[in-house]
């Protein structure tokens, strides 16, 4: 499956699936181990060791967090998670998105935003909370992107986005025409056509 963003050079050229949380752990786990100090600290708002991360994974394998994954040549590159409302402290699913540095500026992170926030909506959530490093600009433009409005708390960077359908102004709708309405006011103008070219030349008028 080929994926492009415009906005890159490079197109990404992996697929993107949802893991299996117990059979693929190591898929996961793996890949959270390979992030560079600094894409490990803006990922996890400081500097994790390696025990940490192999809890951390194994934790996301129990508790219902969706793993939606960037995957080439069976090795996952960038992860999003989709984490449940009970394990947040205001009741908010949370989400959180790490890619590895040899397939940045490909349009991964966009692709994994679109599926994460398809798989949100899909199971009837209204929000979600981001939180991210407040020096990881990245994911801030790719956050506001999406519509997260983030702010700064000690350090961090931390935000909501709604995902409840946004309701368009009386103006906007009166100019999206239907197919059925533009076949109405096609067939007004017909009839107005032939009667008036009727009347030019009197056949319209009574014996």
């Known amino acids: 499956m080929r994926h492009e963003d ?40 400081g500097f994790m060791d390696d025990s940490f991360i192999e809890r951390y994974a194994a934790k996301c394998a129990e508790d219902g967090t969706v793993i939606i994954a960037y995957i080439e040549d069976g090795v996952v590159r960038g992860a999003a998670e989709l984490h449940p409302p009970d394990q947040s402290p205001d009741s908010l699913p949370e989400i959180a998105f790490s890619v590895e540095a040899r397939v940045r500026r490909q349009g991964v992170g966009s692709i994994l935003f679109k599926k994460l926030i398809a798989e ?7 929000a979600l909370r981001i939180t991210t ?26 935000g909501t986005i709604d995902l409840k359908p946004q309701a368009q102004p ?26 008036m070219l009727l009347r030019v030349y009197g056949w319209g008028r009574a014996a």
Request: no cysteine.
């Open 133 to 158: 490093g407040a020096q990881n600009q990245a994911m801030r433009a790719l956050a506001h992107k999406f519509g997260a409005n983030l702010t700064f708390r000690h350090g961090e960077s931390t």
């Open 6 to 45: 415009i906005t890159r050079s490079t197109p990404a050229r992996g697929s993107v699936r949802t893991l299996r949380q117990q059979e693929e752990l190591p898929l996961l786990r793996d890949h959270l181990l390979r992030l560079d100090p600094t894409s490990r600290h803006d990922r996890f708002h």
């Open 170 to 195: 009386q103006s906007a709708r009166a100019a999206m025409a239907t197919p059925v309405d533009a076949a109405r006011a096609m067939a007004s103008v017909n009839r107005a056509y032939w009667k």
């Open 120 to 126: 949100a909506r899909s199971q009837g959530y209204r």
